[in-house]
């Protein structure tokens, strides 16, 4: 790791410190912040940590990368997932000071301080990881403080238990993206860029609060709607699980890792946490229509059981997690991984297109009657 910050000088000397008291000695990178607090976990992701560190999904989290080398090649504009970062915080072990790649332009620690994210470098990751694997993830502080502060701050924060963090993410007015042909409303829970530019190339998309109640949502007269991911604990969305409820029947649905979890409640489900989520791109779920392996990318702490009236099509082979539900009743599927893992692996775009054929389906239906 090189010992020089964004600027120049030596970095300062910085503390991790867990909740159960575990502490980790690092250098402190990034935005210049005494003590940063929030949920720690570790995503196993090689790359794509620009996508990773704007992804919404991470409100109130610090996010620990298990990759050694963060910052190879910069960032760039093209690869915000966000409007800015909701993370609480990057945990790394080397932090690339000079990044090597044509489409940079700009280094990682420079974003980080522009959007005011501290990170703290220099971390055994390796035993980081270990012990969240053991212990499950927990509230986190770290920073320049004493330790002793740290410590308290780490004891005070807050999980995603019970807590709403969509509402801090989503946006506060609808707005249009695509041009397809068809019309979709997605409800913004942190959507990603990426979703919106598959969703557009298929449909002319209005994104809206997700606080958008049905009735207002079908004004927009969709072929479909479509559920984001997002942050938090689903069991604490009440008015988007309302609104859910009030759709799914009338309009074809697809939702999409939180999104999944709120249409599994809506369909008689329920959701739990795992102990430390899944956060990766290299994460094997099985196609149970025909028993194919797709590789995924996942960024999740909250899993649904078995849902009545639903058929499960995609399972976990790691630990036998639901990972895809389709109704039995009503024109509604979803799944818990990310499709459009941008970046990451392919092997789940074909949702897209089926999310288009049941619209298409919807609407030849409604022209017909």
Not at 216 to 225: D, N, T
Request: hydrophobic share 40%; with cysteine; charged share 15%.
């Amino acid at each position: 790791m090189s010992p020089d910050g964004p600027g120049n000088g030596v970095r300062s000397p910085a503390l991790l410190v867990l909740a159960d008291g575990e502490v980790f000695e690092g250098e402190a990178a990034g935005a210049s912040v005494p003590v940063s607090s929030g949920e720690v976990v570790f995503n196993t992701s090689l790359s794509g940590y620009q996508e990773v560190v704007t992804d919404p999904s991470y409100a109130g989290q610090v996010i620990a990368f298990t990759y050694p080398h963060i910052g190879n090649y910069g960032t760039n504009a093209s690869d915000d997932e966000s409007r800015r970062p909701f993370c609480r915080g990057v945990v790394v072990r080397d932090l690339t000071a000079q990044p090597s790649n044509w489409r940079a332009s700009e280094g990682l620690e420079p974003f980080l301080v522009r959007h005011g994210v501290a990170a703290i470098a220099g971390v055994d990751t390796r035993r980081l990881t270990r012990h969240l694997r053991d212990r499950g993830a927990m509230p986190c502080a770290f920073g320049t403080a004493p330790e002793a502060e740290l410590a308290a701050a780490a004891r005070a924060a807050e999980g995603t238990d019970g807590r709403d963090l969509v509402s801090s993410v989503t946006t506060a007015a609808p707005y249009l993206r695509g041009e397809g042909p068809l019309r979709v409303v997605a409800y913004d829970f942190g959507v990603k860029e990426t979703m919106l530019r598959h969703l557009g190339a298929l449909a002319t998309v209005t994104v809206v609060p997700a606080a958008t109640g049905a009735d207002e949502a079908l004004a927009y007269e969709p072929h479909g709607v479509f559920l984001s991911n997002g942050p938090g604990d689903p069991s604490a969305l009440a008015g988007p699980i309302a609104a859910v409820a009030d759709l799914v029947g009338r309009v074809p649905v697809f939702g999409i890792c939180l999104g999944h979890q709120i249409l599994a409640t809506v369909l008689g489900g329920s959701t739990y946490k795992l102990p430390f989520g899944h956060h990766g791109s290299n994460h094997p779920v099985q196609r149970l229509d025909g028993g194919h392996v797709e590789v995924t990318s996942q960024n999740h702490n909250y899993a649904v059981t078995a849902v009545p009236g639903t058929e499960v099509t995609h399972v976990n082979l790691n630990d036998g997690v639901v990972e895809g539900i389709r109704s039995t009743t009503a024109a509604a599927f979803s799944v818990q991984y990310h499709p459009e893992a941008g970046p990451g692996p392919h092997d789940a775009w074909y949702l897209f297109d089926e999310f288009r054929v049941l619209m298409g389906a919807g609407a030849a239906a409604r022209a017909g009657g």
